[in-house]
Structure formats: C-alpha cells, structure tokens
C-alpha cells in the first residue's frame, strides 16, 4: 500500500471553513471601527434625516421642521396649533451633535445664532416654537447652509437648496 499524498476533502474543507470565520471576524470588526465624532458620517446622517422630514412633509401634507441648537437637531411638524415638537423616539429623535465638532447654520446668506433648545414642561408652549429649515408639502425646502467643523482643521458642508436637493461638501481650511 502506498502512503497517501495531500489533503483529504474534509481537512481543506476544515480549513476553508476557519480561513472564511477568521475573515469575517476581522471585517466585522473593522466596519465597525468608525469615529463616533467623524463629521462627514454625521453630515450623512442630518441629510437623511432632512430628507425623512420632506418625504413625510409631501405624504402628510404638512410642513415639518428642523430646529438646530448647539447640542443637536430635533424634528417639528406644523398643525392647526402651530409648531409643536415630533416625538422623542424613532426616526424623529433629536440627533446629538459631539461637543468636539463646531456647528455653524446659515440662513439667506446670513449666521444663525444657535441656542440651546430645551423642550418646555408643557408640549403645546416650546420655548421657541419655529423651526429654522422647514419641508413644505409641495418639495420645497428653506435654503441652509450648514458647516460642522472638526479638530483636524476639516469642514464640511451641508447645502440645502430650496427646489429640496441636498449637497455635501467639504475642504481644508
């Protein structure tokens, strides 16, 4: 009898098998190594989030607002008693801004002041009750300027035009 040459089926297939589980270990790992303070994901995500209130603007028939403060950005919609705040959970939740990243709004061509938004005890007297972008029903859109700025001399831009479309932007200052 001769010895046997090489692998048999099982032992390649036990191979392959740790080979692929001790990748997808280290790109699941990796994908999930992001900064939270990263300003382009946040950028991101305020786009989204803008592009949720005018898609629910146009479906409600309703004009729905973002309110921007220096801790974060949190949704209203506008109803037969005014502005009132969405909920505090879910796709309307407000969206916290990281104290590492400065955040400027500009409306017109003009700075916005951005105060601290605390919600009021009751929910029908906001403190300030209108919002600073709002998504009108027909797909219009208060044009902004927004820029977050980061430690590493990074800042990005977020451009809201009023026909709804939305454009990042970023540089080196």
């Known amino acids: 009898m001769r010895p046997a040459r ?5 032992e390649v297939l036990v191979v392959m098998a740790i080979a692929a589980t001790l990748t997808a270990l280290v790109i699941l ?3 999930a190594w992001q ?7 946040l950028l991101e995500r305020l786009a989204a989030r803008i592009g949720h209130q005018c898609e629910q603007a146009l479906f409600q028939s309703r004009p729905r607002g973002l309110r921007f403060s220096q ?7 506008r109803g037969p008693e005014g502005w009132r705040a969405l909920a505090e959970r879910g796709a309307d939740a407000m969206l916290s801004v990281p ?3 400065a955040m400027g709004l500009e409306l017109g061509g003009y700075p916005v002041e951005l105060k601290e938004l605390e919600r009021s005890p009751m929910a029908n007297d906001p403190p ?9 029903p027909l797909g219009e859109l208060t044009p902004f ?5 980061a430690a590493d001399d990074r800042e990005l831009v977020l451009e809201g035009q009023a ?3 939305l454009l990042i932007s970023g540089n080196e200052r």
Do not use: K, N, Y
């Open 145 to 149: 300027r927004l820029s977050l700025s």
């Open 128 to 136: 300030d009750p209108a919002p600073q972008v709002v998504c009108h």
């Open 29 to 31: 790992r990796l994908g």
């Open 163 to 165: 026909s709804g479309r």
């Open 99 to 101: 104290r590492s990243l």
């Open 6 to 10: 090489g692998f048999t089926l099982i």
């Open 71 to 77: 801790s974060g950005v949190d949704a209203w919609q």
């Open 35 to 41: 900064d939270p303070d990263d300003p382009e994901r």
